[in-house]
Every structure is written in C-alpha cells, then in structure tokens.
C-alpha cells in the first residue's frame, strides 16, 4: 500500500471534506493526499473516497473509490480525468481535474481505485467480443456490498438484438459464481 507523508491543508479543504464525509464510514475521514488544481480549488482522497471540487470554493463531493470506473492523466494537457461509474447505457461521469502534475494524490488514485476492484472478468459474447464484468467494493469497508457493472467492448453496441440481455446473465452467472 502506498504511504504518504502527512501534510497539513487548508482548513477549508479539511472542512469540506469533514462534511462530505459526515455520513460515511466513521463519520470522519482523514486526507491521504491533496493536491491544488490550477483554478484554486482542491482535490483530496481518503482510504474511503475521493472528494472532488463542486461550483462553491467552500465544498467538495464525495465519491467512494468504488464509484470510480478509471482515471487517467493527460501529460499534454496538464489533466487528470476520472470517470466514474454510472448505470449501464449512460455515459460514464467525467472530471476534469487541471493540474500542473498528479503527484502523490495521482498515486493514492490508482492505488484506490485497484483496492476497489474485487473482480474482473470478461465474457465473450460475440465471437471474442463481449462484456467486462467488475465487481468492485470499498477498500476502507470490507463488509460493504459489492457493487457491480458490466461495459460492453468496442464494437458492441446495446441495441444489437439479445445483446444486453446476454450481457445481464453473465453478469448473473458471475455474481452467482462469487456468491453475491
């Protein structure tokens, strides 16, 4: 597991983040890694989410590293997009993060979003395309309820007669298999 060095942050970073969290697993969530995006806003994640700027300067929201599908940084852009899962045939919930460099924060991403993911597994569907089926949980809740999804490959789309249908039972069938 990646360590990082404590920091203190901004106050309102600290804040926000503590409100965010209220709800959540212990009610209170300490910041792993922070970074500061080019607008001034911050960014943070903790062992159970990552807090994500809104449209107040004095707020975050909260994203349980469950919910986030990928994340992936854009070295000519100087942008740290994540993705975050969403019901099957909607767009995936984009965030663009600008920053000079992800750092230690993009560290604590990749490390959290791969706690995250309990299963992976793909299922052909069409002769070797198919559907990615993943099973994903909180790392900081290991009692939590697994949450699952499933994306179609490249060249698969969804109204292709009894293709969603296929896709939901193999979804069924590996969530049986793992007894969920």
């Given at each position: 597991m990646l360590r990082l060095r404590r920091t203190s942050w901004p106050s309102s970073l600290t804040e926000a983040v503590q409100i965010a969290s209220r709800h959540s697993v212990g009610g209170k969530e300490e910041i792993l890694a922070a970074i500061q995006l080019i607008d001034g806003h911050w960014?943070?994640?903790?062992?159970?989410?990552?807090?994500?700027?809104?449209?107040?300067?004095?707020?975050v929201?909260?994203?349980?590293?469950e919910k986030i599908e990928r994340a992936g940084w854009d070295s000519e852009a100087s942008v740290l997009h994540i993705y975050e899962t969403t019901q099957f045939g909607t767009p995936?919930?984009?965030?663009e993060l600008k920053v000079e460099d992800p750092g230690r924060f993009g560290q604590l991403l990749r490390e959290r979003i791969d706690a995250s993911v309990l299963l992976?597994?793909?299922v052909p569907l069409v002769g070797k395309k198919g559907v990615r089926i993943v099973g994903r949980r909180n790392p900081a809740e290991p009692d939590a309820a697994?949450?699952?999804n499933f994306v179609l490959d490249k060249g698969l789309e969804p109204d292709q007669p009894?293709?969603?249908?296929?896709?939901?039972?193999?979804?069924?069938?590996?969530?049986?298999?793992?007894g969920v």
């Open positions: 960014v943070a994640g903790g062992r159970a989410a990552v807090y994500l700027p809104t449209d107040s300067a004095d707020a929201r909260r994203v349980g590293w995936l919930r984009a965030t992976q597994r793909h697994v949450s699952w009894g293709l969603v249908d296929r896709a939901e039972e193999a979804l069924r069938a590996v969530r049986d298999e793992f």
